[in-house]
């Protein structure tokens, strides 16, 4: 059971990035998903989470910049994140619950340059 994170990379302000999630040893539709990220010096944050429905929720800070979602199809979910700004900078994850266990992607690093 393991879970990809990818898609990271380095912009600059303003710009956008899409991140991906996948997943091996499960099937990742069955299942809501969160994407944290943890900057340096940081605690982990909770950025977005998707259920296995739809629905999503968002944290103030990215609300209106930041999408989650899902593609069944490729039983994959995504972030989509516009107007980075240099305070978005980190190690994104995305992480699930599955048989009671969190498990964590390996995290993709964003780095927004002003």
């Known amino acids: 059971v393991q879970l990809q994170a990818s898609g990271g990379g380095l912009v600059q302000a303003g710009g956008f990035l899409r991140l991906s999630c996948e997943a091996s040893g499960f099937t990742l539709n069955d299942y809501a998903i969160g994407w944290f990220r943890q900057a340096p010096g940081k605690e982990r944050e909770l950025v977005a989470t998707i259920s296995s429905d739809g629905g999503t929720t968002y944290a103030n800070a990215v609300k209106g910049r930041f999408t989650i979602f899902r593609r069944n199809a490729e039983d994959a979910v995504y972030l989509q994140m516009n107007s980075l700004a240099p305070e978005d900078t980190a190690v994104y994850y995305c992480?699930?619950?599955?048989?009671?266990?969190?498990?964590w992607g390996q995290g993709t690093q964003v780095t927004v340059s002003s």
């Open positions: 992480s699930t619950v599955v048989r009671g266990v969190r498990r």
